[in-house]
């Protein structure tokens, strides 16, 4: 009654005070409570080597009444009258009574007279009123006490079996499984409840009643016929009888209170020093991999063809899709683990892990770093180094039609203009030898264009470092001695000519005017053809509608140069009029060219097949370059919902973390629902993912649809992910905290909304500034050394910032209780006894097997007890689990 005041008990006992005089009316009630009370009495008139047999006579001198109070209080009544007078008897009960009332109960309507002359509704209301102050009014279960809490512990013991619903304490009780459930519960290998039936209650009762009688050391206080009875049972009986039950499981469940306290402790060692195992072996394998990749990044080995760039490509985007993310996922999950193991450290007041050398969160993040910055080069180098072969390409095959244009015409005119005809030629013959060779200079001169042309593209070559370089310039110089002997030839011939020409007559002017105004007009055709089939590369739709504006020109020209054409072919017709009206002997030639009306027909016929193939050309570029542009825009269209959407969620995230309501439980389920959107999002990913992957097969390097890139997603998408798990993983710490140091919501709340308060910069985190105006305005007084501890606790590793996480870590010290060495140190005393210490025997029988056998591997360096050798005492075993420095 230390905790219970006297007017507490006096309200409790208030409705007990007529002691229900109508129910003592009927026999059969009254038989049960006579039966029950008095076996009762006898379970602790034993201990004193005597008992009653009937309670209302044996009870009447006040010895035996004293006797049981000292049994049951373990105090000691005043020396009773040994006279047997009435007044000797009524002394003793006097005495009796005295004591209970002493106890805080009132007592009403109960004589010493009426307990002396054998009243039984009085003795037995008596009795009934001893029960409730020593058996039954210090049952406490969950905040309820007495009656209510022996209720509430039968039906939390009963509720996992079928068939047994405890509401009172009688009818409840009339099919015998209540009993037999609360056995089965605490000692299950007395009653195989299997093969119990709820129709058969006598066997269930008598079962219990037996098992109870003789394992349990619980007296038989009811008989199962009148429980199973058509009135219903005596309440009172059923209370008391349930009530040894209580007490004589409680003293075991003391026990193994003790022993899961100390498995509790165990099993958060082994997880802790998992944990510690994991993060080291997923650290190096992530830090292994890094090193594996970065020198594959580094790697700027160029390649000679398109084709071998593009298979480079193809590996890099199988490593952004396939090997990169799992490596992603792994360093979200070492960190989550990793504040996750720390959070544990500090519940179980533990030192913090430091992992092995090189292997911190902030080494594997700079390696991370060092990483994502050769990723970045690395494709930068990809996309460049296809540019240049791709520029190189075209290059290329631009010189070798160049130079094939160029080798055609040259071909011959070495072995022309080292001829000896003029020797041999009449002077008409000579002067058109003449003429013909002035044509020919005006064609060269055409021709040293096209040669510069040949020589740039060689030079350019070289400075991109094309990989046929020595084949191109071996052909390059070819092309230029031959075009040097050209000249040579060329000015030797004239100075052969120019010494004849005055010996020859002049040359036909139709023949001169027919070969110089061919000679352009083939030119022109030759530049025509060359233009038409030159190939052609472009990246946007306009620069494909600019070549196409240039075709359109130049077809408008065609018209001309059929006129051009028509008249040049007249000149031809009218020589050969005049040959054959005057029979000239021009050996059926012109003097002064080679170019034929055949050939100009020839080559214009060819150039007007030319131009219907551009048409098509050009067409179909234009179509490409229209797909191209709808890639551009399809891409810049998702690009630009998705790149703010990732903006937006990563700001709303920091709103959360800083702004959060409710409960934290409330508070999880949104941030993984929220998660939970945001990995629903990921499909919007993959599109805009595959979307650029044509956008790279397509060759498209540039997009004016958007200024988001791939690269800005996926580092966005994948800040978002790990920022969102870390914010889940914050608040799960939190819990943590929260249930181990026993803080309510109402303080979390009020922790949240300080911290927020002067979170001033509202970055989730306060500056030791703001920490410090912080602790004053909760009311710490603290000097320069004081707050340099303090911060030494919630800044361990010196950041200058306080995380809410390391906050409430550090208030939960000051307010909240938490599982401590005492109370552990208390459940080995339990455990031990008065022995003072614990053999391997012991802990093997009390602990699960796994968890024994890791307590006594971490003890087996302390074993050995003075008086027990191999036994673990006090001080060894707290050295063991704690380490000397907790002590």
């Known amino acids: 009654m230390d905790h219970y005041d006297s007017q507490q008990t006096n309200d409790y006992m208030q409705p007990e005070e007529d002691w229900d005089r109508d129910m003592l009316l009927d026999p059969a009630w009254e038989k049960q409570q006579r039966k029950t009370f008095t076996a009762w009495c006898n379970s602790h008139l034993r201990k004193a080597g005597t008992q009653i047999d009937n309670i209302e006579e044996d009870f009447r001198d006040g010895l035996k009444l004293m006797l049981l109070l000292e049994v049951i209080s373990g ?30 109960v009132k007592l009403v309507s109960i004589g010493a007279e009426e307990i002396v002359d054998g009243n039984a509704k009085m003795t037995l209301g008596m009795i009934w ?105 005596d309440e009172k009986a059923i209370m008391t009888y349930v009530s040894c039950y209580y007490h004589a499981f409680s003293g075991a469940q003391k026990a193994e209170t003790a022993a899961n306290r100390i498995c509790k402790v165990l099993a958060v060692n082994q997880e802790n020093e998992q944990l510690m195992e994991d993060y080291e072996k997923l650290a190096s394998d992530l830090l292994e991999w890094i090193r594996r990749t970065i020198p594959w990044l580094e790697n700027r080995a160029p390649e000679n063809t398109m084709q071998a760039m593009q298979q480079k490509l193809e590996d890099f985007r199988d490593y952004r899709r396939l090997h990169k993310p799992p490596k992603v996922q792994e360093k979200c999950q070492l960190e989550i683990n990793f504040n996750t193991l720390q959070t544990k450290l500090r519940l179980s007041n533990r030192p913090a892990f430091m992992p092995s050398e090189g292997k ?184 494909i509608q600019g070549l196409t504006t240039a075709h359109e020109q130049f077809k408008a020209t065609l018209p001309d140069a059929d006129k051009e054409r028509q008249a040049i072919l007249g000149i031809h017709n009218e020589v050969s009029k005049i040959v054959q009206t005057y029979h000239v002997n021009m050996a059926g030639t012109n003097p002064y060219t080679t170019i034929t009306p055949q050939e100009i027909n020839g080559k214009w016929d060819h150039v007007r097949q030319l131009v219907p193939r551009r048409d098509q050309a050009l067409m179909e570029e234009h179509t490409r370059q229209q797909q191209n542009e709808r890639l551009r825009k399809q891409f810049g269209a998702q690009a630009n919902v998705i790149g703010p959407w990732i903006q937006t969620k990563m700001e709303e995230i920091g709103r959360i973390s800083i702004e959060m309501h409710g409960t934290l439980e409330d508070q999880l389920n949104h941030l993984r629902q929220y998660e939970k959107s945001i990995i629903n999002y990921k499909p919007k990913i993959d599109q805009l993912e595959g979307d650029h992957q044509q956008i790279q097969e397509a060759l498209i390097f540039d997009n004016k649809h958007t200024n988001y890139t791939m690269e800005h997603i996926r580092v966005g998408w994948e800040q978002l992910l790990t920022t969102i798990a870390r914010t889940i993983n914050e608040v799960e710490n939190q819990i943590l905290t929260r249930d181990a140091k026993g803080i309510s919501q109402e303080q979390m709340n009020e922790f949240r909304a300080s911290f927020n308060h002067f979170d001033r910069k509202k970055t989730g985190m306060m500056d030791s500034e703001d920490f410090r105006a912080c602790l004053i305005s909760m009311g710490y007084n603290m000097g320069e050394a004081e707050f340099a501890r303090i911060m030494s606790i919630v800044d361990p590793n010196r950041l200058g910032v306080v995380t809410f996480q390391a906050f409430i870590d550090f208030m939960s010290r000051e307010t909240a209780d938490t599982d401590t060495a005492d109370q552990v140190m208390a459940s080995f005393k339990i455990l031990a006894g008065d022995k003072n210490y614990i053999t391997v025997d012991e802990l093997r029988r009390e602990l699960p097997p796994d968890q024994a056998e890791y307590c006594i591997a971490r003890m087996a360096p302390y074993s050995g007890s003075d008086a027990v050798p191999g036994a673990l005492d006090y001080m060894s075993f707290s050295t063991a689990l704690y380490g000397e420095s907790d002590l």
């Open 360 to 543: 911190m969160v902030s080494d594997i993040n700079n390696a991370w770093g060092g990483l994502e910055q050769a990723e970045k080069g690395y494709e930068e180098w990809l996309l460049n180094e296809i540019r240049r072969l791709e520029r190189l390409d075209h290059l290329a095959e631009k010189f070798r039609q160049k130079a094939s244009i160029h080798e055609s015409w040259t071909d011959g005119k070495e072995a022309m203009l080292q001829q000896k005809d003029y020797e041999t030629a009449t002077l008409s013959e000579i002067k058109a030898l003449l003429k013909k060779h002035e044509a020919f200079e005006s064609d060269l001169a055409a021709h040293q264009d096209r040669v510069e042309q040949i020589a740039a593209i060689a030079q350019e070559l070289n400075e991109l470092d094309y990989y046929d370089s020595p084949s191109v310039n071996a052909r390059c110089q070819k092309i230029c001695d031959q075009w040097d002997n050209l000249g040579a030839l060329t000015q030797k011939r004239r100075e052969a000519l120019e010494r004849t020409e005055k010996l020859l007559e002049t040359i036909d002017q139709l023949y001169l005017e027919y070969a110089k105004r061919a000679a352009p007009f083939n030119n022109w055709m030759e530049g025509a053809m060359e233009d038409l089939q030159d190939t052609f590369i472009v990246h946007t739709i306009e620069e």
């Open 129 to 233: 009123t001893i029960i409730l102050r020593f058996a039954i009014q210090d049952i406490s279960v969950e905040e309820t006490s007495a009656k209510e809490g022996l209720l509430l512990w039968c039906q939390r013991k009963t509720a996992p079996y079928k068939n047994v619903n405890i509401q009172n304490f009688h009818i409840s009780w009339k099919d015998g499984l209540g009993f037999c459930a609360l056995i089965h519960r605490h000692r299950p290998e007395l009653i195989d409840y299997g093969k119990l039936r709820k129709d058969d209650p006598l066997t269930n009762l008598n079962t219990a009643f037996d098992v109870a009688e003789k394992y349990l050391d619980i007296p038989k206080m009811l008989d199962a016929e009148d429980i199973i009875g058509p009135l219903r049972p």
């Open 75 to 104: 105090e000691r009544l005043a020396k009773p009258e040994r006279g047997k007078m009435r007044v000797h008897k009524i002394s003793n009960v006097n005495k009796a009574l005295d004591f209970i009332a002493s106890k805080g």
